[in-house]
C-alpha cells in the first residue's frame, strides 16, 4: 500500500510564508503527476498547484506568483512554497499522486491525510 504523509502546516501571519512536505512511501513502481488541493471550511476542494514527472507545473489563478510547487522524483516527495500569505489561503492542504504500485502495476490516485493552514493575524 501507499502512503502520503504531508507536514508544515501551521498558524502564520498574513504575508508570511510556509512550506508544505509530501513524502511518498510504500508499493511504488512510479509516480506521476502530483498535486496540492486545499478545502476551506464551506468550500469545495480545489486544485491549487500541480506538476508532472517532467517538470510541467501548473497554479489556480488565485496563487500565482505566491505559490510554487516542487519536487524530487528521487525521493518521492514534493513541496509547496507558500509566500505572502492571505486570510483566503486559509484551508487544509491535501497531497495528491498519481501512482503506479510496485506490485500490481495498478494505477491510483492516492491522498495525503491533509495539513491544515490558517493565515490570521
Known amino acids: 500500500q501507499v502512503q502520503l504523509v504531508e507536514s508544515g502546516g501551521g498558524l502564520v501571519q498574513p504575508g508570511g510564508s510556509l512550506r508544505l512536505s509530501c513524502a511518498a512511501s510504500?508499493?511504488?513502481?512510479?509516480?506521476?503527476?502530483m498535486g496540492w488541493y486545499r478545502q476551506a471550511p464551506g468550500k469545495q476542494r480545489e486544485l491549487v498547484a500541480g506538476?508532472?514527472?517532467?517538470?510541467?507545473?501548473n497554479y489556480a489563478d488565485s496563487v500565482k506568483g505566491r505559490f510554487t510547487i516542487s519536487r524530487d522524483n528521487a525521493k518521492n516527495t514534493v513541496w509547496l512554497q507558500m509566500n505572502s500569505l492571505k486570510p483566503e489561503d486559509t484551508a487544509v492542504y491535501y497531497c495528491?499522486?498519481?501512482?503506479?504500485?510496485?506490485?500490481?502495476?495498478?494505477?491510483?490516485?492516492?491522498w495525503g491525510q491533509g495539513t491544515l493552514v490558517t493565515v490570521s493575524s
Open positions: 506538476t508532472t514527472r517532467g517538470g510541467s507545473t
Open positions: 510504500g508499493s511504488i513502481f512510479a509516480i506521476n503527476d
Open positions: 495528491n499522486a498519481g501512482v503506479v504500485n510496485h506490485t500490481t502495476y495498478s494505477y491510483s490516485k492516492v
